[in-house]
């Protein structure tokens, strides 16, 4: 089909409302992304008309409610392009996903003097976790460096990729820079030496094709919330075989087998790994959130977004005097623009563009090791989605003129 | 008012722009480092006393114009002050931001007084307040 994107703005209730008496121009959806009715529809009518607990109720509507939450396991599956839905574990978010394979393989799997290697490119939920758990274990943390345009530096890959390696962990595309890594070459070297890969997609998911097994990715995660879905439903996809020997983190409801009174046997997959009532309404709105990607095609969703990523580099370097950050190869590169007007803070450059209605991020974004590595305290973040226009792109280059005419003082240092 | 208000701009753009009292210093009797740490913004604030009254003061910081700004108008407040001034000061300052009392500066700390175009700006008062959160605790030790 083609690519609607009038039909795509209707569908998106909140792209028609006003932001300060302006129209509302978001360009934040690398944080978080707006919501389709169909999923506003669907989380509307699950309250409304089938809302029980699942996994627990033999009358209908707990029944009804299991085979939606479970439907949604199977079409991750498929999405993802995973070998089975049991492959498939809800978490909260991609921070507890990360954190699941640290506390449970992490824990099992890492010992002293192990290394787990990561990118100076990563947000902090793929950097704590494994601070933490190289602290408890005596681990050491290695860092694949950066080239300046953001790309990572592989020419010492096997340096750094070395037998005592247990993990690569490493974003499928940065939420800073929109840099999408060459993961092919990593997976390789990590392969040689026994190490396993865990990919963070949270970025990757939403703009591009994915394939986990293709890729052969040992873990991948992400979160609902990116990718059209709502807020508190994350995805963890690990390889069965890995998922097998994984212990539980959390202990209590629906992830135990039988339960005596000092001790429990615990649940077959997925279960065992999802204790507790989950967010039951979240991932059955993240269901008609896949169904709507996929309406669409990602790969078509990718076409869209390359050609306003061309639009908007181009009108920024023409705009002049901003600071570009990542790579100009739009083939490595996703729908993220990350700047700064040298002199002004990140912050005063978004406060004056809230008031044009123009919702950027401005920051650290989470990734403090690369604005230490950029010596900058933050960057301006415009980020598209499939929903966004070149018009957004017009209106962020006024607002941005803007900034330019308050801080015109400041500028000219 | 807003960031875009040509008076509020004129005040802090020049805060930002010719920060008083700007640099470390050396050997000073009270001495604080304040960060907000979802936005990164820094300042480090020096002070030097004779007896109960602010000889000398200074800061160094990084951040946006507001936090910097902000740092630079309280080091001219406080130049030559007592601390029971800084501390009424402070509350004053901190009422404006935070309980939405209305300013009741006396006319000599009108600088002050133009911050308070950052309650339109609510996701910013934090940036406002980072300098004087710093004083409070280095006055507190």
């Known amino acids: 089909m083609s690519f609607d994107l009038e039909k795509i703005r209707r569908d998106f209730p909140i792209l028609s409302t006003q932001m300060n008496g302006k129209p509302l121009v978001f360009l934040d959806s690398a944080a978080s992304s707006q919501k389709p009715k169909s999923v506003i529809d669907t989380i509307r009518k699950y309250y409304e008309a089938e809302n029980a607990n699942i996994h627990r109720g033999i009358y209908y509507l707990s029944q009804k409610a299991t085979e939606k939450y479970e439907m949604t396991r199977i079409k991750t599956s498929r999405f ?22 640290a506390q449970s393989w992490g824990r099992t799997n890492i010992h002293e003097g192990d290394e787990i290697v990561l990118t100076e490119l990563e947000h902090h939920s793929n950097l704590v976790p494994w601070q933490m758990l190289a602290q408890e274990k005596q681990a050491v943390l290695k860092f694949i460096p950066l080239n300046q345009d953001s790309t990572l530096d592989l020419s010492n890959l096997d340096e750094i990729i070395t037998e005592r390696v247990k993990l690569v962990a490493l974003a499928q595309m940065s939420n800073v820079t929109g840099t999408i890594h060459d993961l092919s070459a990593i997976i390789r070297r990590a392969r040689e030496v026994g190490a396993k890969v865990l990919i963070d997609g949270a970025q990757g998911i939403c703009h591009l094709p994915t394939n986990v097994q293709k890729e052969d990715f040992d873990f991948y995660t992400f979160s609902a919330h990116k990718m059209l879905g709502p807020t508190g439903v994350g995805v963890l996809y690990a390889k069965e075989e890995i998922l097998d020997t994984m212990p539980p983190w959390m202990g209590g409801g629906d992830m135990i087998s039988k339960v005596w009174k000092e001790k429990s046997t615990y649940a077959d997959l997925p279960a065992r ?8 309404s979240g991932v059955i709105g993240f269901g008609a959130a896949l169904e709507y990607l996929e309406s669409v095609g990602m790969q078509e969703i990718r076409n869209h977004e390359l050609e306003l990523l061309q639009y908007a580099l181009d009108r920024l370097e023409d705009f002049g005097g901003l600071e570009l950050y990542g790579t100009n190869d739009l083939s490595k590169r996703g729908g993220v623009i990350s700047f700064n007007f040298p002199g002004v803070h990140p912050h005063d450059v978004g406060s004056i563009l809230d008031e044009e209605g123009i919702a950027i991020r401005v920051g650290h974004h989470c990734a403090q090791p690369f604005m230490d590595f950029k010596g900058i305290a933050g960057t301006c973040r415009a980020s598209f989605y499939l929903y966004n226009t070149k018009e957004d792109v017009d209106s962020l280059l006024v607002g941005l003129k803007k900034v330019k005419e308050i801080f015109g003082r400041v500028l000219k240092r | 008012m807003s960031l875009s208000d040509s008076l509020y701009q004129e005040v802090l753009l020049d805060h930002y722009q010719n920060p008083r009292h700007h640099g470390k210093m050396e050997h000073s009797d009270l001495h604080q480092e304040g960060v907000n740490p979802l936005c990164g913004d820094e300042v480090e604030l020096f002070l030097k006393l004779k007896g109960d009254i602010i000889s000398e003061i200074s800061f160094v910081g990084k951040g946006c114009s507001i936090s910097q700004a902000s740092a630079s108008m309280l080091t001219d407040s406080l130049y030559g002050k007592t601390i029971s001034e800084a501390k009424s000061l402070l509350q004053e300052f901190k009422g404006m931001l935070l309980e939405d009392k209305a300013p009741n500066f006396p006319e000599e700390y009108e600088d002050l007084e133009s911050m308070e175009a950052v309650k339109k700006i609510p996701a910013r008062i934090k940036c406002a307040t980072l300098a004087w959160n710093t004083l409070e605790k280095a006055i507190g030790k």
């Open chain 1, 273 to 280: 790994l999802e204790a507790g009532t989950p967010n039951i």
């Open chain 1, 80 to 101: 993802i392009g995973a070998a089975c839905a049991k492959v498939v574990i809800f978490t909260r978010n991609t921070t507890e996903s990360i954190n699941l394979v």
